[in-house]
């Protein structure tokens, strides 16, 4: 989830909480005896003939608003799940800006140059990167081969993928987290029956 999506959720979230905590107290003062008597007795329900009465005069346009309003909270809702779920692909990594322009690369192609980066190595079968914050960190996921000893895979790394990670980004040190699955290498024979 990125910052603007994160930021949505809790002003979201925020107003939500307020609506029910605003209603919920609301409900518990008048169940209380806060308000006057003659605002509110005890033997009036909330759905009196008051209510009853207001939708039998607003019918049947009252019901139309009341849809349009489900309607428009059900598209709001389904905005707010579309999000969730969206990355933003788009998103590019300022290198550098100086007076003879500005360097930016694409996040989506570094992650998958240094997968490819990290792929060439023969002890690994597959390989999957994403930068992640505004100074970006490497994480890895990789499948490699439990045969192969864990100090290849480590050698691979910090002197293959990581070097050239460093280089494009055009920095001394980039943080980088790798998950590493063992896995048996395949079967070179074929069994035929």
């Not at 570094?110 to 190595?121: F, I, L, N």
């Not at 990167?129 to 290849?152: K, Q």
């Not at 002197?159 to 048996?184: F, G, I, K």
Request: net charge positive; charged share 20%.
């Amino acid at each position: 989830m990125n910052r603007k999506t994160g930021r949505g959720n809790r002003w979201g979230l925020a107003l939500v909480g307020l609506a029910l905590t605003l209603l919920g107290g609301a409900s518990l003062a008048r169940g209380l005896g806060a308000f006057p008597q003659n605002w509110a007795s005890e033997r009036t329900t909330l759905v009196d003939g008051n209510v009853v009465s207001f939708f039998a005069r607003t019918s049947p346009w009252i019901w139309w608003l009341l849809a349009l309003a489900a309607l428009v909270v059900a598209v709001l809702a389904l905005r707010w799940l579309l999000v969730q779920g969206r990355r933003d692909a788009r998103r590019v990594l300022r290198i550098e800006d100086g007076p003879t322009g500005v360097t930016e690369v694409s996040e989506h192609g570094m992650a998958q140059a240094v997968a490819a980066d990290v792929e060439s190595s023969p002890a690994v079968f597959h390989a999957a990167a994403h930068l992640v914050g505004p100074r970006p960190e490497v994480r890895l996921r990789v499948v490699a081969d439990e045969s192969v000893p864990m100090e290849e895979l480590s050698r691979h790394l910090s002197t293959v993928a990581l070097p050239h990670v460093r280089d494009a980004l055009d920095r001394d040190r980039v943080p980088a987290v790798a998950r590493v699955s063992l896995e048996p290498s395949p079967s070179p024979h074929r069994v035929v029956r």
